[in-house]
């Protein structure tokens, strides 16, 4: 069945509703535009719904508020050293100049705040230009009740990220639960989250107080209602033709296929290539990564489409996706849980990761990109040795900082023993053997590490000596907040595996978010933003929100000069 009404005519079509499409969908709707935002999923968020949403934005006013001095030069310089001529420099001299001006307009004519750490540096930071804090910003908590109904439209959380069946909990909130017993101002913030966790299961059947991705989705949701953005899901776009008067879509929806006129602008935000099984296989590392912990919407489609038009893919970037090692367990509705690993057990005093000699390979404090990119690499070298790594402790790490899904205290590890999600052994020599790696070189590994750990030196990796290795340290250890003792049995490991947590490979675009065809000039009316678009990183993760940060601001690009701002 085909229809065509002018309800079915736009000014702008932003294909996706993560934090990228709908910072694009919002930019257009406050220029005034008649928006429709299409998701094919059934739920708006896609990844960013799933992250901790911090959004790396230099040189917003934000960065003050913390103390932080910076410039657009000095991020300049950081970016040029740390990306060089692996993406064009002209795409992120863009990113930095509208860089202030999106996230301004989100908090100001949108409604939408953020906040800055004050303590939250670049993973590059050894480089010229590297900052310890100021541009990583995050969302503020959101209070989801206001939503109505919309609020069952936010992708869920992975459950292994909540607490108690379904409450997200943020860093604050975590390192208050952690000292609930030792604190009364502690206990006494943990017993107002929990009780109103409580409530809230009883009036919405859901935590309404939403944090971290959430927080920013609901926000952004919220804002595009009251904008008056068209917002429709589980709406496939299966053909995008260009006329002379814009570009016609065709739309998939329970069965029927609509048409759409749309006039000024098609964004495409879709979250990038990496559920294309083909081009995952093409494109991604081998061996290809079985497990994700992104969400299911980036199947890559509209690259196809776009393609077939004549758009482009970019090249020269260091690694195609981003990253990050995961830990994999079967929940008990048969679907396997990927649990990414950033910074709360790898980096932390006692802990160690080894490949199948038993014998370290990466600095384990470096970002997750890194310590991924890393696993890739060695397993080359050594065909199967870091395919998996094994994530390795002793009882008092694993009572400290826990491990992948084991809470910190190691309370109720009988199930992920029972299933081997955890290995547990009371010797080095017992928990190689079960691991089936080189039991002589682990405890020799081991043995090792523990006079780093009294040295405070780590001769062999230089772990602990960058700012940001040392912020995912334990503050409370010395001489070195990253090394700590291996030794008090019984011992622990998790195998990890690498995954990816974002495409860095994508559509060729210019400064204007355009979409450019085989001789670089710009697709009339067609746009990228977020994954789909290829990013300004080259593959690099210089930062914390370095996928969201440029999502956002690309998505703002691409809406001002859709609506005819063309500064």
Known sequence: M???????????????????GFSAAITAALQGAKVILIERTEFVGGTSAYSAATTWVPNTRLSATVGASDSYDNALKYLDNAVGELAPRELREAFLR??????????????????????????????????????ALEPLPFDGSCLGEDLKLIRPPIPEFTILGGLMVDRDDIAHLLKMGKSLRSLLYSMRLLGRYGLDRIRFGQSTRLVMGRALIGRMLFAARRLGVDIRTQTQVIDIQPTKNGTNLTLKHNGLTTQMAVRQGVILASGGFARHPKRRERLLPKPVPEYSPSAPGHTGELHDLV?????????GGIHPIFMAPVSVRKRPSGEMAAFPHFVFDRSK???ISVGRDGRRFVNESRSYHEFSAAMFANNQQQEGNTVPTFLVTDAEGLRKYGMGMIRPGGKGMEPFLADGYLTQAESLEQLANQLEINAANLQETVARMNRFADSGVDEDFHRGETIYERANGDPNQG???????????PFYA????????????????????QLLDKNGQPIRGLYACGNDMHSIMGGVYPGPGITIGPGIVFGYIAAMHATGDHR
């Open 494 to 513: 998790v195998r990890l595996y690498p995954s990816d947590i974002g495409s860095a490979t994508g559509l060729r675009t210019n400064r204007n978010a």
């Open 349 to 351: 005093p006692g802990m």
């Open 98 to 135: 509208s860089g202030p001006d999106a996230i301004h307009a989100l908090m100001d004519r949108a409604g939408i705040p953020f906040r800055a750490r004050p303590h939250h540096p670049d993973y590059l930071i050894e480089l010229e230009g590297g900052t310890a804090c100021g541009r």
């Open 2 to 20: 085909t229809a065509e009404s002018q309800e079915t005519r736009f000014d702008i079509a932003v294909l996706g509703a993560g934090a990228a």
């Open 307 to 315: 393609e077939n038009i004549g758009a482009t893919y970019g090249s």
């Open 479 to 489: 001489p070195n907040v990253t090394l700590g003792a291996i030794s008090t049995p």
